[in-house]
């Protein structure tokens, strides 16, 4: 019977390594490589930017020191004003009508609708094997890493347009903006259907003729 | 009178100048059928998948998996297990889905397990769905539809038992489970023509006595007892997914990308086929690039080959001369010459590109799905032969302009 215990302990810990190892996954990220995903749909186009931090202020640590600060500050409130970053033709009339600035750090991204999930994850602790997992110790080193973490811009930009067909070229004065950045991966959808682009500073803009 | 005279000039000289106006039709045919290729190849890539807003399988390169669930060109690197599938399901973003399931074939042709909805959530072309020609859907277990593809090359009928083999090139059968043709779908220009479908359960019963890829040995259920058995599958190999509004595709996509139980991928079929045609772009850029050097070649040839006539043609010359021609009209005679040349190959060369296309478009289609579309020319192509006109123009002033020289200095009498 105590052997019983034993098995069962070892399966147990067997399970919560796995589920740990299943839940082990790193985003990618690439310096000088900015994601933009474009969706349309009625009158309504969203804009989401997720820009890596090396791209905006040239450094992806956590901002401590006064001037790292002061940078990424900056930078947010280039974000805020969306002209410094993307112009619609003005025959579309698109206003504003919500918009999110903000900064990732490290790796909680995901950090508004899985917040259910991650309690699920916690039962997992409450099995019996609590000696096993005094590792979460370990876990703490996190915070060593997060020096060297990788803090990434996040902008979302809802417009609601008057005219939304007339929307065939979207400029990106980002390039400018932000001397430091590279390219844009663009991902972009509406009702006719989805197509990427690739933009680079020297040719700053997309053509969206026929695909709204 | 100058048309007429510099004609039969050329008819007097029909071998070398056929010779000619046939390299440089060829060469411009070169040209034309890559052009063509590339067009229809990308259309008839883009056509393939329409209105489906998301593809998610196991995590892969988004070229990879658009390959492999759309074009059945590869394989998955992985499956997704069905636990992962129901959860994307029950996500609030999601309009429908429809599972896909890879990984056998008959006779080379993929075998594809999914459920009735995918004839209606499948679209082509636009809005295109697919439609069943002959017999029904899959109504029993063993019953399979086939492409209309599949049904040609193998001349199937309804009614035809067919057995499904293991893996994509194996030799072993599941042929203790022959399935039956219930029905053969319309010809649609995409790879579901060459698919072999049947229903996601099939799948799973067709594999109830393996294990890890090979036949549990002695072991053999009865096809009753399968017909029993719960048949929810494991594990799929993609889905296709449509979301209740557009502008829920990205989180959706994040959702998917960052799902903690099980990696999985997520891709707009658009967007991964743009990246995929970013890549091909070179390589088509390169044909283009030596199609047009092969017509700058035989542009050089042509001028290569009024050069050497030069010398023959001095005697010619000289007549023209005696009979009242300036040596303005020798220039004109050649330069007429080789407007009279570039046209007559370009008439050449499109009836040659058609009679080319038509004879390889089956080929083509059966063996890479690719319907090259034979249309009248485009207006594009008009400008490429007003460009072609003007650069063998542009060839033929060197020879002309040394004609010119030749008929001062000889005036009528030739001292060879």
Not at chain 2, 4 to 33: D, E, N, P, Q
Not at chain 2, 99 to 115: A, C, E, Q, W, Y
Not at chain 2, 353 to 376: A, S
């Amino acid at each position: 019977m105590k052997k019983n215990i034993y098995y069962s302990l070892l399966i147990s810990a067997m399970v919560s390594v796995s589920a740990a190892e299943e839940t082990r996954q790193v985003d990618k990220h690439e310096h000088g490589v900015g994601e933009l995903n474009i969706a349309i749909e009625g009158n309504a186009i969203d804009f989401e930017f997720f820009i890596p931090g090396a791209d905006i202020v040239g450094f992806e640590y956590e901002a401590k020191t006064e001037s790292d600060i002061a940078l990424v500050n900056a930078a947010l409130e280039k974000f805020e004003n969306f002209d410094n970053i993307f112009s619609l033709s003005e025959s579309s009339n698109c206003n504003l009508v919500n918009s999110e600035i903000g900064i990732n750090q490290d790796d909680d991204h995901d950090d508004h609708d899985d917040h259910d999930e991650h309690d699920e994850h916690d039962d997992h602790d409450n099995h019996d094997d609590h000696d096993e997992h005094d590792d979460h110790d370990e876990h703490d080193d996190h915070d060593e890493h997060d020096e060297e973490a990788h803090n990434e811009f996040v902008a979302h930009y809802s417009f609601n347009c008057g005219n939304i067909k007339e929307i065939d070229r979207i400029s990106f004065p980002y390039f400018t903006t932000f001397p430091n950045s590279g390219e844009l991966e663009v991902q972009f959808v509406s009702e006719i259907g989805s197509t990427s682009f690739e933009v680079e500073g020297d040719e700053p803009f997309i053509d969206l003729k026929g695909k709204i | 009178m100058l048309l007429k005279l510099s004609f039969s000039s050329l008819y007097a000289r029909l071998v070398t100048v056929g010779m000619t106006i046939l390299a440089i039709s060829v060469s411009l045919m070169l040209y034309m059928s890559v052009e063509k290729l590339r067009t229809s190849a990308y259309t008839s890539f883009t056509d393939t998948i329409s209105q489906t807003d998301l593809i998610v399988g196991a995590r892969a390169s988004s070229v990879q998996l658009l390959l492999y669930s759309v074009f059945r060109i590869g394989n998955a690197t992985n499956n997704i297990t069905w636990e992962s599938y129901l959860d994307l399901v029950s996500k609030e973003e999601v309009d429908w889905t429809v599972p896909i399931s890879l990984g056998d074939s008959h006779k080379g042709f993929r075998v594809m397990g999914t459920n009735k909805e995918f004839f209606s959530r499948y679209k082509y072309r636009g809005s295109q769905s697919v439609s069943i020609d002959k017999g029904y859907l899959f109504e029993d277990l063993y019953d399979v539809v086939l492409g209309a593809g599949v049904a040609e090359k193998l001349g199937y009928k309804i009614g035809t038992s067919l057995v499904v083999s293991h893996g994509l090139q194996s030799f072993s059968d599941h042929d203790d489970q022959p399935f039956r043709v219930s029905g053969i779908l319309k010809k649609t220009g995409t790879p579901v023509d060459n698919t072999v479908i049947v229903s996601l359960a099939a799948i799973e019963a067709i594999h109830v006595d393996w294990s890890t890829g090979a036949k549990i040995p002695g072991q053999l259920t009865p096809i009753d007892e399968i017909r029993e058995m719960d048949l929810t599958p494991k594990n799929i190999t993609a889905a296709l997914v449509g979301v209740k509004s557009k502008l829920t595709i990205f989180q959706l996509q994040r959702w998917i990308n960052e799902y903690p139980e099980e990696a999985m991928t997520a891709i707009l079929p658009g967007a991964a086929l743009q990246e995929l045609w970013r890549v091909v772009g070179v390589i088509e850029n390169l044909l283009l690039g030596i199609s047009v050097v092969v017509i700058f070649t035989t542009l050089v040839g042509m001028a290569a080959i009024m050069f050497s006539s030069l010398s023959e043609r001095r005697r010619e010359m000289a007549i023209w001369r005696a009979m009242g021609a300036s040596p303005f009209t020798v220039i004109g005679l050649l330069m007429l010459e080789a407007i009279f040349i570039s046209i007559l190959s370009i008439t050449f060369s499109v009836v040659l590109l058609f009679c080319v296309l038509n004879l390889l478009q089956p080929w083509i289609d059966y063996n890479y799905g690719i319907l090259v579309n034979i249309e009248m020319l485009a207006i594009k192509d008009m400008y490429v032969f007003a460009v072609f006109i003007i650069a063998s123009i542009t060839v033929s002033l060197l020879p002309a302009i040394r004609a010119y020289w030749f008929s001062i200095n000889d005036g009528m009498t030739i001292k060879l």
